[in-house]
């Protein structure tokens, strides 16, 4: 995106003129004027994925259908959506059209309209993924079909094994992209014999030093069938200092020990980096709606990771980018911390600015005060600092 260059911010001019804005946001001082030249697009994906229940039938269709969808995540008017995204390729399969656009002062827009994947084709592609592990007997005799969940494509199983005296019975699922491939599993991944026990799996969970009382139920480790034999006990201080064991997990054909389980403190993990999902629902439970389109701002947290993101108002949507501004109109330092505690707190806006003060929020202006009035940032300014 092509941004304009200014000159030193530490200029006299510049260091009063920032003053004065300064003391005019403080004050809450509105000026009514004019808005930006013209509209700036940003986009924050090069790829969208939009799921239907049917496709379109032509070429045509899937062009309209995409340009609808297209304004609504943008935000541009349906009406402008030819002027900033121009088709470059057009390629149909059964179950998807994919439609690449060239986008003024963007990456280019991969955007797939996707046939929603059924019950009943989820389960198909599943079964032959199964099929092609276990062969159709074994899939036959021991695995039945439960539910298939549209929402994440996952297609649930029950794994079943009887035994003269017992039965194991194991959830098992597989996971399918709209690309209907299979993209993960939890699954029995070969015919598998079961000649241990559920008690001779205690008794050898014992020989390795497993107190007494236990428990045993069946589990897959890495696609084989096991017995996990496990004390059982409330752990104590003692236990975790001794990383005391309290099971087992044993080869539910062999009888070999497949993994040994000991009480062991987690250790705390260090904070994580803010994402920019965390940014944009802060941004979001502000409400800030006073910033023109083609306001950009930059927002570098403290106290955490370094991270840095750039904030811009395109077509009255806030998108929030990884990475540094090169010609911000401002600089905006937020506290880790006081942005976690923000979110979940039950009115955000009241946190900031009860919380706001002591430098852990800072501005830092790079625009005069009239560009800054005119692009709307006494609301922002006035939602964070209040």
Known sequence: MHLRATGSWKSPRRLALIAAGLALLTLGVWLSLPGPERDILVLDASAM????????????????????EISNATGVPAKAVDRYFTLRSSSRTWYQWRLVYNVTDNPDLAVSLTLRIS????????????????????????VTPER???????????FAYSLPDDE????????????????????????QKI???RAEAEELARQQGVPDPVSSSPAIRNGIICWRVV???????????????????????????????????????????????QLTALLEQLGVTGLEDGASFEVRVTNSSNEVFTVTRSFGRLVVQQGAN??????????????????QAEDTRAYLKEHGGGGNVRVELHENVVVLQKKGYMQ????LKG
């Open 326 to 343: 090169p010609d911000p109109d401002i600089t905006l330092w937020l506290d880790r911390e006081l942005i976690v505690q923000a979110l």
């Open 119 to 142: 019950s009943e084709e989820g389960f198909a592609i599943a079964d032959e993924y199964l099929r092609g592990l276990l062969g159709t007997r074994y899939f036959s005799a021991h």
């Open 148 to 158: 298939f969940d549209n929402t994440t494509n996952t297609a649930h199983y029950t």
């Open 168 to 191: 194991l019975v194991l959830p098992m699922w597989v996971l399918l992209s709209y690309e209907r491939t299979v993209t993960g599993s939890q699954v029995v991944n070969a015919p």
């Open 231 to 277: 004390w059982q006990h409330i752990p104590t201080e003692e236990d975790y200092d001794e990383q005391r064991l309290y099971g087992v997990e044993i080869h539910a054909r062999t009888g070999e020990p497949l993994a040994t389980l000991r009480y062991v403190r987690a250790k705390p993990l260090p904070p994580g980096p803010i994402v920019v999902a």
């Open 195 to 197: 000649t241990v026990t």
């Open 380 to 383: 922002l300014y006035a939602q």
């Open 49 to 68: 994925t939009v799921v239907l229940d049917e496709l379109p039938a032509t070429e045509q269709d899937a062009i309209a259908c995409a340009a609808e």
